[in-house]
């Protein structure tokens, strides 16, 4: 018993320290326009303990134009003190119900531009301001799953209340996800400030036409409403297994999952690419994560735009996945996310576990995967390159190991190129012939064998230079 607490004690220090260093998270959501907000809030709450969350502001949206439901938020967070010390138990630091309910705010319950300019000041973004004013050198990660006429609000009275200089300063900081265009400010935003850093599948969806069933986020889930894409394992997001998962004793924090309307969580992408599991990096959204992958470059106009793009925003790419589910290759931007929502879904069970085990040894853990060298490295053509690299597994699980070449990513065309011994913990290759210096990225993908089976990463960047 002694080594048992003792080991414990030593788990919860060690995930303290490796999430030390938590992104800095603004929330903005149009809850109670339909049930994935909610959704993605219980799943939100369970990773809050991986983020520095300064604010979760109910705002508008298409869906919502006159009313902000801040009182849902209030809701589901009060079932979240029910069950955060069991959280506690498994993963240290987890926000107190008290404080998340002190960041709790609210917009003006008005659409898009119409809260805007003037006299539109709202709690929400007198909020938004404080944290971007803050002195902390860290990015602040702007999630937008509704309207974005909060931040428009924000960045309006900065512009006119701070010098152009600090101003500047500001939006060098600011990294902002959203969920399409769910009000006309996001256009407004990304052609008044230039240099922001701006994820989006631009475009909005009313009277049941649009475009989210093109946006990268509906990759999540979209598969069951839009059917618009195949490939990914449906059974893990559909009602049957959320009950099982998340909604059935699984505590309080459950009993607020609502039943699937539309689609599973079209709001989690907006911070799943956030969550410390070593395939994500959050200032590179080109390099693909549970969030998706997005490239830099100005979209075409398209008729459900509401503008056309004046300059390059981080938006739609495509990923090349194999399906286990058809048997074949399917080539899109939603592949880009459900090429690993086994693991994102899987990673969520075990937290939703976790609300209700009150012993470490109840519950599975995800392994911790390291290296045995840097994470980028450099090889002249035709030199052997050697990856390799360990799991260990605090629930001494079984671990399985897989090497992938990410392709995408990478700046070196090769498509063709096949790891051998892709399931050892050691792979190697010779470096292929270049002109000039390439990128290929490489994923070293360890699972175990609890239940559910948890998955973690490392990533290898290797740059091959001419010889």
């Known amino acids: 018993m002694k080594k048992y607490l003792i080991l414990n004690l030593f788990l919860v220090l060690f995930c303290r320290i490796s999430l030390a260093q938590k992104p800095r998270v603004f929330v903005l959501t149009d809850i109670e326009n339909e049930p994935d907000d909610a959704m993605s809030y219980v799943r939100f709450l369970t990773y809050a303990n991986q983020f520095d969350t300064e604010g979760i502001v109910a705002t508008t949206s298409c869906w919502q134009r006159t009313k902000t439901a801040e009182w849902r938020l209030h809701d589901i967070t009060e079932a979240y003190g029910k069950v955060r010390d069991n959280l506690e138990i498994h993963e240290g630091g987890y926000p107190t119900e008290k404080f998340i309910h002190s960041i709790i705010k609210k917009g003006l319950p008005v659409f898009g531009k119409e809260g805007l300019g003037e006299g539109k000041d709202s709690e929400g973004s007198e909020w938004l301001i404080q944290s971007m004013l803050k002195n902390d050198t860290r990015p602040l990660y702007i999630q937008a799953w509704g309207g974005t006429n909060v931040l428009a609000q924000a960045l309006w009275k900065l512009r006119r209340t701070i010098k152009e200089s600090e101003l500047a300063r500001v939006i060098t900081r600011l990294r902002v996800y959203t969920i399409s265009d769910q009000d006309d400010t996001g256009p407004w935003i990304r052609k008044n400030f230039p240099g922001l850093f701006y994820v989006v599948s631009p475009g909005f969806e009313e009277n049941g036409g649009g475009q989210y069933?093109?946006?990268?986020?509906?990759?999540?889930s979209g598969d069951i409403y839009h059917g618009?894409?195949?490939?990914?394992?449906?059974?893990?997001?559909?009602?049957?297994?959320?009950?099982?998962?998340?909604?059935?004793?699984?505590?309080?924090?459950?009993?607020?999952?609502?039943?699937?309307?539309?689609?599973?969580?079209?709001?989690?992408?907006?911070?799943?690419?956030?969550?410390?599991?070593?395939?994500?990096?959050?200032?590179?959204?080109?390099?693909?994560?549970?969030?998706?992958?997005?490239?830099?470059?100005?979209?075409?106009?398209?008729?459900?735009?509401?503008?056309?793009?004046?300059?390059?925003?981080?938006?739609?790419?495509?990923?090349?996945?194999?399906?286990?589910?058809?048997?074949?290759?399917?080539?899109?931007?939603?592949?880009?996310?459900?090429?690993w929502r086994k693991a994102f879904q899987h990673d969520f069970f075990a937290r939703m576990d976790w609300c209700v085990a009150k012993k470490y040894s109840e519950a599975n853990h995800p392994p911790k995967v390291s290296l045995n060298h840097p994470n980028e490295i450099t090889a002249k053509s035709g030199e052997e390159v050697v990856l390799s690299g360990l799991g260990t597994d605090p629930d001494n699980n079984t671990l399985q190991y897989s090497w992938m070449h990410y392709k995408e990513p990478g700046s070196l065309a090769?498509?063709?190129?096949?790891?051998?011994?892709?399931v050892d913990k050691e792979v190697k290759f010779t470096a292929p012939p270049v002109t000039e210096a390439r990128t290929m990225h490489f994923i070293l993908e360890v699972s175990d064998n609890g239940t559910p089976s948890l998955t973690r990463y490392q990533r290898v960047i290797v740059n091959v230079i001419p010889k």
Do not use: C
Not at 213 to 220: Q, R
Not at 297 to 308: L, S, V
Not at 414 to 422: D, G, T, Y
């Open 213 to 220: 069933h093109y946006a990268t986020w509906s990759g999540i």
């Open 228 to 339: 618009r894409f195949s490939g990914a394992d449906t059974s893990i997001v559909r009602n049957k297994s959320l009950d099982q998962h998340v909604r059935q004793n699984h505590g309080a924090l459950g009993d607020k999952y609502p039943k699937i309307d539309f689609l599973m969580e079209g709001d989690s992408p907006a911070f799943l690419g956030l969550i410390n599991n070593g395939l994500n990096d959050p200032e590179h959204p080109d390099y693909g994560s549970w969030g998706g992958r997005y490239e830099l470059y100005i979209p075409p106009f398209r008729k459900y735009m509401y503008e056309p793009e004046t300059r390059p925003i981080w938006t739609d790419t495509q990923d090349e996945v194999y399906s286990d589910i058809t048997k074949s290759y399917h080539t899109s931007n939603h592949a880009t996310i459900w090429r």
């Open 414 to 422: 090769a498509s063709r190129f096949v790891l051998k011994n892709s």
